[in-house]
């Protein structure tokens, strides 16, 4: 239930426009004393901006760079550099290890018949190799829709070449079959199958010939060989399949695990506020990336943009009142590791904290602000929003977003706020080797990153302070109500029992 505005006020401000109506209503930056200094903000930000240098800089000379690897430990001294180079305070990394580090090898396959031809395959992270060598094996397929009863009927794979279909309508949503399916990879390897053919949650590729490698669960590994074929070679089998001929295959997929845990680290910098340093706004996106590419709109793009924004506010001159702290995370696609580690590392300070603002939907416009469970925010970014409008028409709802760095703010009680963009490329672009330079329009990178600008100054600069955690209580009956419970329970990520269980009261 949206509610109004309980316990907002504008603390002795007078309405410098004169405007009669009630003083306690949310003020934006025209009657807040915060547009002079967007103002010049917005000027850098769109006149000046270093958004597309920093993206070409981090595609072409950094590239791929997968959570622990020697690439992404390289980038964070080149985000740290940039970060000091621009002016930022503080400038540091937060090391953390992940439970296992992995490298892709080879991955190779064939369709012996009915007739022979190389299928397009590569590795999903954090899965197993074949023999040395490969092996060959007919092809059964599995219906995602149906994985509960799938996971009980594994007998039938033994010494198969698993290919995952989705016919019919799915029986639970898709984060809930992403879980379901990391228990079916377990059970298949149990049973000796070969390898499976499917994606993150069992997906299947988007077409143009590209496979979209990824993680298949938090924080997991599967000893099994796993690989996203194309949609054209796929959909070639399923055709065979369907006419009753059982397709021969020959794999051979080679990866390595690191038998202990894998250092990484978060990137911080910080623009001190000026009045309350001690409350902190944390500004970001996900410096680390697959290896198909270059990693550019996954999560290239919120990297640049987090730090074209900083450096935007940076040449403006001005200091807001509470503190920005720019944070590039990394781990996010082995499970959101770097934005969890960052809850624990900072636990004395989250009281002090007024949420996080991040854009990680790949390549195209922002078009929302999710404020990631906080419905009582909305009216207090309305006027804000409004204020952008020769800049770009943006929304604002109270969505949670449980796909990137903004659900450990969420599951904390904080507007985990999610920038959400209107991305129809980023389906082929999504862990893909088409995940290049050439997939971000230099334009809009820079209206996302004078967006995230202004609103990360805003937010840090309002006369009231935004926000502050919500008690676990009411968090944990939000995140029922937004759908989240079933999810965080199934990756052992709900923290709060019972809480919140109970039928909502009428408010
Ligand atoms: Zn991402």
Redesign the pocket.
């Known amino acids: 239930m949206r509610r109004l505005l309980a316990g907002f006020v504008v603390g002795g401000l007078l309405s410098v426009s004169g405007v009669t109506r009630a003083d306690d209503r949310p003020k934006g930056p025209d009657e807040d004393g915060t547009k002079p200094a967007l103002t010049r903000i917005a000027g850098e930000g769109i006149l000046n901006s270093r958004a597309y240098q920093y993206l070409t800089e981090l595609s072409d000379d950094v590239g791929s760079r997968v959570t622990g690897s020697p690439a992404e430990r390289k980038s964070e001294e080149w985000a740290a550099a940039k970060m000091k180079a621009m002016g930022l305070e503080n400038v540091h990394l937060e090391k953390y290890t992940i439970w296992k580090g992995w490298t892709r090898g080879t991955a190779e396959a064939q369709l012996l018949s009915p007739t022979p031809h190389r299928l397009h395959v590569d590795a999903m992270g954090w899965t197993g190799s074949t023999a040395a060598g490969g092996a060959e094996g007919d092809v059964v397929t599995v219906n995602l829709f149906d994985i509960d009863a799938e996971v009980k009927n594994v007998s039938r794979l033994k010494e198969k070449i698993v290919l995952v279909t989705q016919s019919g309508k799915p029986k639970k949503n898709f984060m809930l079959l992403f879980a379901t399916f990391g228990d079916f990879l377990k059970a298949a390897h149990d049973a000796g199958a070969i390898a499976v053919i499917g994606g993150q949650g069992g997906s299947k590729s988007a077409g143009m010939n590209l496979t979209h490698t990824g993680i298949l669960g938090f924080d997991t590994d599967y000893a099994i060989p796993v690989v996203s074929m194309t949609a054209e070679d796929q959909g070639q089998l399923e055709r065979f399949i369907a006419r009753g001929i059982t397709p021969r295959i020959r794999i051979n997929v080679q990866n390595t695990l690191t038998t202990g845990p894998a250092e990484t680290a978060n990137v911080v910098g910080e623009i001190r506020g000026r009045e309350h340093p001690e409350e902190i706004l944390v500004v970001g996106g996900?410096l680390d990336s697959w290896d198909l590419a270059q990693g550019t709109t996954?999560?290239g793009s919120g990297t640049a943009t987090t730090l074209g924004a900083a450096d935007a506010i940076l040449r403006s001159g001005q200091k807001p009142r509470r503190t920005i702290r720019f944070v590039l995370f990394t781990g996010?696609?082995q499970g959101l590791d770097g934005s969890f580690a960052y809850m624990k590392q900072h636990a004395a300070e989250i009281e002090n904290h007024l949420g996080d603002l991040i854009l990680?939907e790949g390549q195209g416009p922002v078009t929302d602000l999710m404020l990631g469970g906080r419905d009582d925010l909305i009216p207090a970014l309305e006027p804000f929003v409004a204020s952008l409008g020769f800049v770009k028409t943006l929304k604002v709802n109270d969505k949670v977003e449980s796909g990137?760095d903004t659900l450990p703010f969420s599951i904390a009680g904080l507007p985990g706020i999610n920038m959400n963009q209107d991305t129809a490329d980023y389906k082929y672009t999504h862990h893909s080797a088409a995940d290049a330079l050439e997939a971000q329009k230099p334009e809009v990178l820079t209206q996302n990153t004078t967006i995230m600008a202004l609103t990360a100054f805003w937010i840090a600069d309002r006369p009231e302070r935004l926000a502050s955690p919500w008690p676990a209580e009411r968090t944990a009956k939000m995140l029922r109500q937004q759908g989240e419970y079933e999810e965080l329970k199934a990756f052992n990520l709900w923290p709060y029992g019972e809480l919140g269980a109970e039928p909502p009261k009428k408010q």
């Open positions: 996900h996954d999560n996010e696609e990680d990137t």
